[in-house]
């Protein structure tokens, strides 16, 4: 991706040199290894020579503030490769020297890059000069993009968050670095509103609540970016799915299963091996044949389609399955439930002929807002993608295919009244696409559901039906994640409630407390009347009940049933709701009603 310079990224660009020029102050020993921008702002990678803390921060932030005073001017110069290797040498500065030992190698600092010019994917470009910045008494070697003088970078609007440990190069083999995450705004007011919508994240954040109330987990022994659901999470999942088996039922998909591995020669027909291998693990060797593990269903189901041969009249056929993929992603990369090496998917594929394929369009997007809307979801960010016109030697089927198509995709979100944003050029080169995203509380987007067309597919495949007139034709293919994975999916309900689950999700929903030994008889009566129905617990008079209450309320169960010798006596329960507290006495029978009128 290309990276947009505007006068933020300046500053922030601007105010990594200066976190370095500041440390420069503190340790003049330290050795520098990269500062980029990032989202919201910027980081130095550091190794210090002598150790740090938290505690260096507010000095670090102090130091700056001085140097934006001493209105310090970002001074540019252009020198040659070797003059610039000679200076960083000079300096002291190995990781420099390394990255400059790059250019001159490969002509980029690009990891990726490098290991594609090592397997001779890609040529190495000849690079003569380099440019280097002089700010106060720091000199870095930089491509660009910096304020003119420091008087330009708001004094109040960035702030030094935290330190962590980066390898140089995110490779465990290399020295661990310093990273000094910063972030900056163009006021001091943006600068509030952002740390304030952060501290609600944190608040929010999957891989706090996950391990909190017991959710998922992860185990070295299993490998990082492999889920393990824990009970409390497999109830929410076995409902999602659930509701999804049902819902694809009800909407004329027929479901099937398929493996989680399969030879070389499916991926070779299907092209993954061809365009997708990076995102592929290594083949496992099964009797003297490389098998793959799956990195997509869509192979899977077309051999289905081809387990015997199809008519018009057999048209239009929905696939659904809930399939797991693994896909590769670098363990740097990792993160909770939403960067993942595992994943199941929601996986549909549809095969319609010409005149079936705009009302198929139509109802996957009448699915991807009845299923998101279940869920809480009720505002719809949408991007149509389609190609560039004027490059069609670089897409897959015909431009009546392809205007056919965009135009069915078109009316689809029309019919529904979504708004939505056309993006010239970013379909796929075997078809357009519909993402939508959804936004969470703290505005911030998720993508979640796809719908896209494929010209590609359904030729390599041979997937054919024999029409009216007798001749064979290619059906169109829809490929459509509703959900999308359902891990990134959990990640993002938990965060949408902040683990306050609605009632039908809740893990627990009811947990019932006798006040003491005495209740526990008619607690239980109360408890075998709702188990058969509900999600509930009894929790016994072990420990006291503001405790217990207490406990329900960290675990989020939305309601506590309260049993005591008054409730006995009257024949009724007492009922608190989560986060609401107390909404006195009831009769069971009206509880229940209560309770599956908010299901
Ligand atoms: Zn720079
Ligand atoms: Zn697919």
Redo the contacts with the bound molecule.
Sequence with gaps: MKKKIDHLYKIR?SLA?LLATAVLYIDPKAKFGIGPVIENGFYYDILFSKKVDEGIIPVLEEKIKELIQKNIKFEREKVSLEKALKLFKKLNQPFKVELLKDLKRYGTTNYDEIIEIKLKKKKPKKIKEVTI?RSDIFI?L?E???VKTSSEIPIDGFKLIKLAGAYWRGDEKNPMLTRIYGVAFLSQKELEDYLKKQEEAQKRDHRRLGEELRLFTTNENIGAGLILWLPKGGIIRQIIQDFLIETYRKNGYQLVFTPHIAKKDLFEISGHLNFYKENMYAPLNIENEEYYLKPMNCPFHLMIYKAWPKSYKDLPIRYAELGTVYRYERSGTLSGLTRVRGFTQDDGHILCREDQLEEEVIKCVELVKYVLEKFGFNEFLVDLSIWDPTKKEEYLGSSKDWNFAINALKKAIENIGWEYKITKGEAAFYGPKIDIKVKDVLEREWQISTIQLDFNLPKRFEIKYVDKDGKEKYPFMIHRALLGSLERFFGLLIEYYAGNFPLWLAPIQIVVLPVKNANLDYSKQIYEKLKNDFRVEIWNPDETLSKRILNAEKEKIPYMIIVGDKEEKENNISVRKHQEGDLGSMKLEEFINKLNKEI
Aim: aromatic fraction near 12%; hydrophobic fraction near 0%.
């Design positions: 660009h040199h910045y870095d930089c660009g993009g910096h």
